[in-house]
């Protein structure tokens, strides 16, 4: 079942500190992870929410599952409003304190972390990521070209589950991506997305026009919802992209951006026949981002000296927590092919 990929914790209360720890605790565990990984996730978890209490303006706490069942890992990333940092290098110091503390700190988190990043701004705050394996991380594939993927999907808050979901796959030919977001929230929005993917799952089309109509008539009988889809062609090193609704598309490389245009239109309720792909070199762009309407139209983190430069996750971070609407389900997806 497609739903929310993270958790997400209020960590402004020092009261709910051990709730956080304890919930975070049972989804590891109910993964699979083994006592001395929990143990090093545990602590983890203890010297964010401390760095949040000690320092923190409306702290927040994401915890995730994700991977395949031989590559599986929690993320875990700490989000907040306070001062920032003038020299996270630094501070990363194991440790290394602020405050006369102990100070285990950020340097802790580093080396207890599979692996880690972490992004601070000067009166903008920080960003905290730890991705913990469940067994040895192995080696990467030595391909040509392979793509890196990081999908933020957040309920609505007060939901138990999530209207909006992606879903993506991979052939040694092609990578195919659904972002959707069914129409209003909670479990009905929930079931168009899911009967979505069930069609992408199964759609034999390569043209995101194409799977797009496939996907419309799959589910008419839902109550609709609006979508993105790309696939990327890994030998003609070709983006493609189609959507109908306000899921926001942006294309980047390393100097400049492109928004797309999407169809207007409810899948699963009425499309135009005029759909097209829009098509785009990779060398021209190797990097996308998809947000659903859970994030402000005109977001933008480019004015974020060097957040280019971090971890997926981490820019998916920034883009929640500059424009969440926090009134909403939420998605941003950022896509990122290496290698040329």
């Given at each position: 079942?497609v739903?929310?990929?993270?958790?997400?914790?209020?960590a402004?209360?020092?009261?709910?500190?051990?709730?956080?720890?304890?919930?975070?605790?049972?989804?590891?565990e109910?993964?699979?992870f083994?006592?001395?990984?929990?143990?090093?996730?545990?602590?983890?978890l203890?010297e964010?929410?401390?760095?949040?209490?000690?320092?923190?303006?409306?702290?927040?706490?994401?915890?995730?599952?994700?991977g395949?069942e031989?590559?599986?890992?929690i993320?875990?990333?700490?989000?907040?409003y306070g001062p920032?940092m003038n020299?996270?290098?630094?501070?990363?110091?194991?440790?290394?304190?602020?405050?006369?503390t102990?100070?285990m700190g950020?340097?802790?988190?580093?080396?207890l972390s599979?692996?880690?990043?972490l992004?601070?701004?000067?009166?903008?705050?920080?960003?905290v990521?730890?991705?913990?394996?469940?067994?040895p991380?192995?080696?990467p594939?030595?391909?040509?070209?392979?793509?890196?993927?990081?999908?933020?999907?957040i309920n609505?808050p007060?939901?138990?589950t999530?209207?909006?979901?992606?879903?993506?796959k991979?052939t040694?030919?092609?990578f195919?991506?659904?972002v959707?977001?069914?129409?209003?929230?909670?479990?009905?929005?929930?079931f168009a997305?899911?009967?979505?993917?069930?069609?992408?799952?199964?759609?034999?089309?390569h043209?995101?026009a194409e799977?797009?109509?496939?996907?419309h008539?799959?589910?008419?009988?839902t109550?609709?919802?609006?979508?993105?889809?790309?696939v990327?062609?890994?030998?003609?090193k070709?983006w493609?992209?189609?959507?109908?609704?306000?899921i926001?598309?942006?294309?980047a490389?390393?100097?400049?951006?492109?928004?797309l245009?999407?169809?207007?239109?409810i899948?699963?309720?009425?499309?135009?026949?005029t759909?097209?792909?829009?098509?785009?070199?990779?060398?021209?762009?190797?990097?996308?981002?998809?947000?659903?309407?859970?994030i402000?139209s005109r977001?933008?983190?480019g004015?974020?000296?060097?957040?280019?430069?971090?971890?997926?996750?981490?820019q998916?971070?920034a883009?929640?927590?500059?424009?969440g609407?926090?009134?909403?389900d939420?998605?941003?997806?950022?896509?990122k092919?290496n290698?040329?």
């Amino acid at each position: 079942m497609v739903d929310a990929t993270y958790s997400s914790f209020a960590a402004d209360d020092r009261s709910y500190f051990s709730i956080i720890k304890k919930t975070i605790h049972a989804q590891a565990e109910a993964a699979g992870f083994e006592t001395r990984k929990l143990g090093d996730l545990d602590l983890v978890l203890a010297e964010m929410t401390s760095n949040l209490y000690k320092y923190a303006k409306g702290g927040e706490i994401l915890a995730g599952i994700f991977g395949t069942e031989e590559n599986r890992y929690i993320e875990i990333i700490s989000i907040d409003y306070g001062p920032g940092m003038n020299d996270p290098q630094h501070m990363m110091t194991d440790g290394y304190s602020s405050s006369n503390t102990l100070g285990m700190g950020l340097g802790s988190i580093k080396r207890l972390s599979d692996e880690f990043d972490l992004y601070s701004l000067r009166e903008w705050g920080t960003i905290v990521l730890s991705r913990l394996y469940r067994k040895p991380k192995g080696k990467p594939e030595r391909n040509a070209l392979s793509v890196a993927i990081r999908p933020m999907v957040i309920n609505m808050p007060g939901q138990a589950t999530s209207g909006d979901g992606t879903y993506y796959k991979q052939t040694d030919n092609f990578f195919k991506l659904l972002v959707a977001d069914g129409l209003g929230h909670g479990p009905e929005a929930n079931f168009a997305v899911n009967e979505a993917v069930k069609a992408f799952r199964v759609c034999p089309y390569h043209s995101p026009a194409e799977i797009l109509r496939f996907l419309h008539s799959s589910t008419l009988k839902t109550r609709g919802m609006v979508a993105a889809v790309v696939v990327f062609d890994f030998k003609k090193k070709v983006w493609q992209v189609a959507g109908v609704g306000n899921i926001a598309v942006r294309m980047a490389n390393f100097l400049e951006v492109k928004n797309l245009m999407s169809y207007n239109g409810i899948v699963g309720h009425n499309i135009p026949n005029t759909i097209r792909d829009q098509e785009f070199l990779l060398s021209d762009f190797h990097q996308m981002t998809l947000c659903s309407d859970g994030i402000k139209s005109r977001w933008d983190i480019g004015k974020l000296t060097g957040i280019h430069r971090c971890d997926l996750s981490i820019q998916a971070a920034a883009i929640y927590k500059e424009s969440g609407r926090r009134n909403d389900d939420t998605s941003v997806v950022i896509v990122k092919i290496n290698g040329r």
